[in-house]
């Protein structure tokens, strides 16, 4: 089981670091992405601890991956940021897309996408030449567990199974009762109009490369 977007208290999640880690060790994950909230404001604070804790932490398991999710930044600064991000020392960056339960400016899917994002996090009812940029690109969308931005999964997954865009489950947690078991992460899967065996290769295209 992996999951590449959660919270800590460096946004809006309720753990820090070390206990998201362990919670997840408990659950037999075998790497975890801590992607916190962030925006010019806050990026180079967020990715600069995270890499301080995954450098402790570099030879266990589960493995610890220091992200970043750029969240309701200005479509228009978004690449430039992905690009600092980087630089920064994230090793994925995620970008909050247009989900349906939040005003999350028009033009975000797109620019994430262009921009290069890693994941484009609940892109809500993203359109089909987006869907087949992401494709091309290899931007992955994002099946989401969290209630609210989980509308539209059925959206994302036809489409991208459509086009072929790469998909992955993540729980986009913020407190220790939204991280998914793995039967739990399968079911939204299926829940999404995947097939069984749909799922198990989001898996493995998802760990071929991010880790």
Avoid at 1 to 20: K, N, R
Avoid at 40 to 64: A, G, Y
Avoid at 100 to 129: F, Q, R
Avoid at 151 to 172: C, E, P, Q, T
Wanted: some cysteine.
């Amino acid at each position: 089981m992996v999951d590449f977007h959660c919270h800590s208290i460096f946004s809006d999640g309720e753990l820090i670091p070390a206990e998201i880690w362990r919670r997840v060790k408990i659950l037999g994950y075998s790497a975890i992405a801590i992607t916190d909230h962030a925006d010019h404001s806050n990026f180079e604070f967020i990715i600069t601890n995270l890499l301080k804790i995954k450098r402790v932490f570099n030879n266990l398991t589960p493995r610890l991956i220091a992200g970043i999710e750029l969240t309701h930044v200005p479509p228009e600064f978004i690449p430039e940021l992905i690009k600092e991000a980087r630089k920064c020392g994230a090793e994925i960056v995620l970008v909050h897309g247009e989900t349906i339960v939040e005003p999350v400016a028009e033009g975000t899917n797109i620019s994430a996408i262009l921009g290069g994002a890693d994941i484009l996090a609940h892109p809500g009812l993203i359109k089909e030449e987006e869907v087949k940029l992401a494709a091309e690109k290899g931007v992955f969308l994002e099946i989401s567990g969290r209630k609210g931005h989980c509308l539209a999964n059925g959206h994302v997954a036809f489409l991208a199974k459509k086009y072929g865009a790469n998909l992955v489950i993540n729980s986009d947690a913020h407190s220790p009762s939204d991280f998914l078991t793995k039967d739990l992460a399968f079911k939204i899967g299926l829940g999404a109009g995947l097939k069984p065996e749909e799922v198990e290769k989001i898996w493995e295209i998802a760990k071929k490369r991010f880790f």
